[in-house]
């Protein structure tokens, strides 16, 4: 784990691409309208048999300010009345589907996120998860849970980290994304360091068992020392966990980037520089890669599971809950539960008008074949093993890889002539010099991508 990463700029430049992020596969992108409320129910009633247990995520969308960069469900608003009738619809979706599972199904994982989840009050928090206890099994105990709200820190005090923690809330994601106030201005989003350090220090003397802080490289007006300057700072404060996205300026497909200026963001290169060096800042002090842009200090458990081989991967990101069904509450969000995803309506009102109506706001899922389970248990351990066993595989799925595979498999040699990977004859193993790259290796393992997509051309 010491070499987890070796940068290799030519290797990057070669293979690097934008492709999807596998909190799923397949992913949303193939969604369709065939998926129904009757088969999530169907869906429940098999969870409910098995005894599976469950990982909760509810979607609060509203936010204060919009800013710029953000491609997520949202609703911008200075109202804060607004959350009233939209809670009253997800508390109605919370009772609906809790009646259909089973009273011993214990709630693993809980987050919360938006959108910002604290635009809610104090009383509206408390009211949501004594909803949520009414209808699920929530644990009581505060070690084996691992129940999380995503923090704005200029919606948030040391009163609300209280309340937060009396709830039973034992981690925390702090979107910080920039400290430079020039290049805040650009994507609309004014915070101060005193504003993040103040959450932190409450989710510290709060005993939080973990706290993640996000970046984002490749925003307007960055440049190579000011987000460097923005890692040291956040290195000060010590989180458990870091995340690094990479900023994909995609305005034909998000609305709020058109306020982004083109001429501001930095070039390629620029971006490239500015990830080799936080990469740098990051192991000198004494983070391991994860993968896919997440870093943890070493004793944190995704890095432990990582390292004892139990790391997964789902709709939350990076976890340790991976074997959970998945429910997601509120507009817009997913449901993975066994071999189906489904999600809720994207549009405010279309969820709130079903829920009005007692009805379940599903619109859109898939229901996975073979051929899917077998991609995405390869996606799977590539995302978080950077490896694969052949021999395992192949007893799990009943195939031969190489003949299954027999179309990717002269792209897979060319990768493993170019040291992004070793292909030998009982598995994958991505080296250190491909780890930054391993999307692209599972991209094609990705049956639904343009052949030019996973081709990395």
Same mark, same amino acid.
Request: charged letters at 20%; proline letters at 5%.
């Given at each position: 784990?010491?070499?987890?990463?070796?940068?290799?700029?030519?290797?990057?430049?070669?293979?690097?691409?934008?492709?999807?992020?596998?909190?799923?596969?397949?992913?949303?992108?193939?969604?369709?309208?065939?998926?129904?409320?009757?088969?999530?129910?169907?869906?429940?009633?098999?969870?409910?048999?098995?005894?599976?247990?469950?990982?909760?995520?509810?979607?609060?969308?509203?936010?204060?300010?919009?800013?710029?960069?953000?491609?997520?469900?949202?609703?911008?608003?200075?109202?804060?009345?607004?959350?009233?009738?939209?809670?009253?619809?997800?508390?109605?979706?919370?009772?609906?589907?809790?009646?259909?599972?089973?009273?011993?199904?214990?709630?693993?994982?809980?987050?919360?996120?938006?959108?910002?989840?604290?635009?809610?009050?104090?009383?509206?928090?408390?009211?949501?998860?004594?909803?949520?206890?009414?209808?699920? =099994?929530?644990?009581?105990?505060?070690?084996?849970?691992?129940?999380?709200?995503?923090?704005?820190?200029?919606?948030?005090?040391?009163?609300?980290?209280?309340?937060?923690?009396?709830?039973?809330?034992?981690?925390?994601?702090?979107?910080?994304?920039?400290?430079?106030?020039?290049?805040?201005?650009?994507?609309?989003?004014?915070?101060?360091?005193?504003?993040?350090?103040?959450?932190?220090?409450?989710?510290?003397?709060?005993?939080?068992?973990?706290?993640?802080?996000?970046?984002?490289?490749?925003?307007?007006?960055?440049?190579?020392?000011?987000?460097?300057?923005?890692?040291?700072?956040?290195?000060?404060?010590?989180?458990?966990?870091?995340?690094?996205?990479?900023?994909?300026?995609?305005?034909?497909?998000?609305?709020?980037?058109?306020?982004?200026?083109?001429?501001?963001?930095?070039?390629?290169?620029?971006?490239?520089?500015?990830? =080799?060096?936080?990469?740098?800042?990051?192991?000198?002090?004494?983070?391991?890669?994860?993968?896919?842009?997440?870093?943890?200090?070493?004793?944190?458990?995704?890095?432990?599971?990582?390292?004892?081989?139990?790391?997964?991967?789902?709709?939350?990101?990076?976890?340790?809950?991976?074997?959970?069904?998945?429910?997601?509450?509120?507009?817009?969000?997913?449901?993975?539960?066994?071999?189906?995803?489904?999600?809720?309506?994207?549009?405010?009102?279309?969820?709130? =008008?079903?829920?009005?109506?007692?009805?379940?706001?599903?619109?859109?899922?898939?229901?996975?074949?073979?051929?899917?389970?077998?991609?995405?248990?390869?996606?799977?351990?590539?995302?978080?093993?950077?490896?694969?066993?052949?021999?395992?595989?192949?007893?799990?799925?009943?195939?031969?890889?190489?003949?299954?595979?027999?179309?990717?498999?002269?792209?897979?040699?060319?990768? =493993?002539?170019?040291?992004?990977?070793?292909?030998?004859?009982?598995?994958?193993?991505?080296?250190?010099?491909?780890?930054?790259?391993?999307?692209?290796?599972?991209?094609?393992?990705?049956?639904?991508?343009?052949?030019?997509?996973?081709?990395?051309?």
């Amino acid at each position: 784990m010491l070499d987890a990463i070796r940068w290799d700029p030519e290797l990057i430049r070669r293979y690097d691409q934008a492709g999807p992020r596998y909190p799923s596969y397949p992913t949303a992108s193939q969604f369709h309208s065939g998926i129904g409320s009757f088969d999530l129910l169907h869906a429940l009633r098999t969870s409910r048999r098995e005894n599976r247990p469950l990982s909760l995520y509810l979607h609060i969308p509203f936010c204060a300010n919009a800013c710029y960069y953000c491609p997520r469900t949202k609703v911008v608003t200075k109202d804060r009345s607004c959350s009233q009738p939209y809670l009253k619809h997800l508390e109605r979706e919370i009772a609906l589907l809790g009646c259909h599972l089973g009273a011993n199904q214990q709630v693993e994982q809980l987050h919360i996120g938006g959108g910002t989840p604290t635009f809610l009050n104090h009383t509206e928090l408390r009211q949501l998860m004594k909803t949520l206890r009414g209808h699920f =099994h929530l644990l009581e105990d505060d070690s084996s849970g691992d129940y999380s709200i995503e923090i704005d820190p200029r919606e948030a005090d040391w009163s609300t980290m209280g309340l937060l923690r009396e709830l039973g809330f034992n981690r925390v994601s702090l979107g910080v994304q920039a400290l430079d106030p020039d290049v805040q201005r650009a994507v609309n989003r004014l915070q101060t360091l005193e504003q993040t350090r103040t959450i932190v220090d409450a989710a510290r003397t709060l005993q939080y068992r973990s706290i993640n802080i996000d970046l984002i490289y490749g925003l307007p007006r960055q440049n190579t020392a000011r987000f460097s300057s923005t890692v040291n700072a956040i290195l000060d404060m010590q989180p458990e966990r870091i995340s690094l996205y990479n900023y994909a300026h995609r305005p034909d497909r998000f609305p709020g980037q058109r306020r982004i200026q083109t001429q501001d963001l930095p070039s390629p290169d620029e971006k490239l520089e500015m990830l =080799h060096n936080a990469i740098e800042q990051l192991t000198a002090a004494g983070y391991r890669y994860v993968g896919l842009d997440h870093f943890a200090l070493p004793d944190d458990e995704l890095a432990m599971a990582q390292e004892d081989g139990f790391l997964q991967r789902n709709f939350q990101g990076y976890t340790t809950h991976g074997h959970c069904d998945v429910i997601g509450l509120g507009v817009s969000a997913i449901s993975q539960v066994g071999s189906l995803y489904c999600q809720n309506d994207s549009d405010l009102a279309g969820y709130q =008008h079903s829920l009005a109506n007692d009805q379940l706001a599903t619109v859109r899922g898939l229901h996975c074949n073979a051929d899917d389970l077998l991609r995405r248990d390869i996606i799977q351990r590539l995302i978080c093993h950077f490896e694969l066993d052949f021999a395992s595989l192949e007893q799990a799925h009943d195939i031969r890889m190489p003949e299954y595979f027999a179309d990717i498999w002269p792209r897979l040699q060319a990768m =493993h002539q170019d040291g992004l990977l070793a292909l030998e004859p009982q598995g994958i193993q991505i080296l250190p010099a491909g780890r930054l790259l391993v999307r692209s290796v599972c991209m094609l393992f990705d049956r639904y991508l343009e052949p030019t997509l996973a081709c990395g051309h």
